[in-house]
């Protein structure tokens, strides 16, 4: 049995050919996984549950179906921090805390999205901390739907923006921050996405232990799937059908 870790398909209606991925993912690559685990950012953009747009209303009722042979968790991204119960429920996922510990096969792990770890990105966790209040979310939730979604777009185009200005090590996670949550979790393995960077890296603790950290890639050209069993650990690519 397997279980199997995915993120950063940012899902949306202008790039069909993602969804198609993602739909003969769960029909043809599910053998033997006994749980799926979705790291964030499944979408591109949510602005909210009472605002999903066709395509995600059809993924729901897949993912629904799935559920009922394994379960389904989902940690939110920092493009769909939004997702509510509502959603949730209609797809049959179970929504975890941002940070998440399981025993993988006997492996304390941690899980998440990976956003919390780029602290040198000092602009995005002050916008982060703010859009994590429970007041600035009801707030939003109670905008009119044509207000909710120029907001969404304007978030989008600056956060391009800023990202084309940024270093790319500060988009990166700072390594304090993953030996910090190593040590305050008593993990030996991390999961995580966000940075669109697959990659299996190992490092020592100060007591000399040696830890893993698994980073999921994005699906924009390609799919990225972690593969986990109790004596392998696989970080393939699936080739998108032309």
Same mark, same amino acid.
């Given at each position: /049995?397997?279980?199997?870790?995915? =993120?950063?398909?940012?899902?949306?209606?202008?790039?069909?050919?993602?969804?198609?991925?993602?739909?003969?993912? #769960?029909? !043809?690559?599910?053998?033997?996984?006994? %749980?799926? +685990?979705? #790291?964030?950012?499944?979408?591109?953009?949510?602005?909210?549950?009472?605002?999903?747009?066709?395509?995600?209303?059809? @993924?729901?009722?897949? @993912?629904?179906? @799935?559920?009922?042979?394994?379960?389904?968790? +989902?940690?939110?991204?920092?493009?769909?921090?939004?997702? =509510?119960?509502?959603?949730?429920?209609?797809?049959?996922?179970?929504? #975890?805390?941002?940070?998440?510990?399981?025993?993988?096969? =006997?492996?304390?792990?941690?899980?998440?999205?990976?956003?919390? #770890?780029?602290?040198?990105?000092?602009?995005?966790?002050?916008?982060?901390?703010?859009? !994590?209040?429970?007041?600035?979310?009801?707030? +939003?939730?109670? @905008?009119?739907?044509?207000?909710?979604?120029?907001? %969404?777009? !304007?978030?989008?185009?600056?956060?391009?923006?800023? !990202?084309?200005?940024?270093?790319?090590?500060? /988009?990166?996670?700072?390594?304090? %921050?993953?030996?910090?949550?190593?040590?305050?979790?008593?993990?030996?393995? /991390?999961?995580? $996405?966000?940075?669109?960077?697959?990659?299996?890296?190992?490092?020592?603790?100060?007591? $000399?232990?040696?830890?893993?950290?698994?980073?999921?890639?994005?699906?924009?050209?390609?799919?990225?799937?972690?593969?986990?069993?109790?004596?392998?650990?696989?970080?393939?690519?699936?080739?998108?059908?032309?």
């Amino acid at each position: /049995m397997r279980t199997l870790f995915i =993120g950063d398909l940012h899902l949306s209606a202008d790039r069909p050919d993602i969804t198609r991925a993602f739909n003969d993912f #769960l029909d !043809n690559q599910l053998d033997d996984v006994q %749980a799926l +685990y979705i #790291l964030g950012d499944l979408f591109e953009v949510w602005i909210g549950d009472d605002l999903a747009e066709p395509f995600a209303i059809d @993924l729901a009722k897949k @993912l629904y179906r @799935l559920s009922k042979s394994m379960p389904v968790y +989902y940690i939110h991204g920092n493009r769909d921090f939004l997702l =509510g119960k509502e959603y949730a429920n209609k797809a049959g996922m179970t929504l #975890l805390p941002e940070t998440h510990c399981i025993d993988l096969y =006997g492996v304390p792990t941690v899980i998440l999205h990976g956003d919390s #770890l780029c602290t040198l990105d000092k602009a995005y966790q002050r916008f982060r901390r703010f859009r !994590n209040l429970k007041l600035a979310k009801w707030i +939003y939730s109670h @905008l009119p739907r044509d207000t909710r979604k120029n907001i %969404a777009r !304007n978030i989008r185009s600056k956060s391009t923006q800023s !990202n084309m200005q940024k270093n790319v090590s500060i /988009m990166d996670v700072e390594q304090e %921050a993953v030996s910090a949550l190593l040590d305050s979790t008593q993990t030996v393995q /991390m999961i995580h $996405g966000h940075t669109h960077r697959p990659d299996i890296h190992e490092m020592k603790s100060s007591s $000399g232990i040696t830890r893993k950290r698994i980073v999921v890639g994005d699906w924009y050209e390609q799919a990225s799937v972690l593969s986990v069993s109790a004596n392998k650990l696989d970080l393939s690519v699936i080739p998108f059908e032309k």
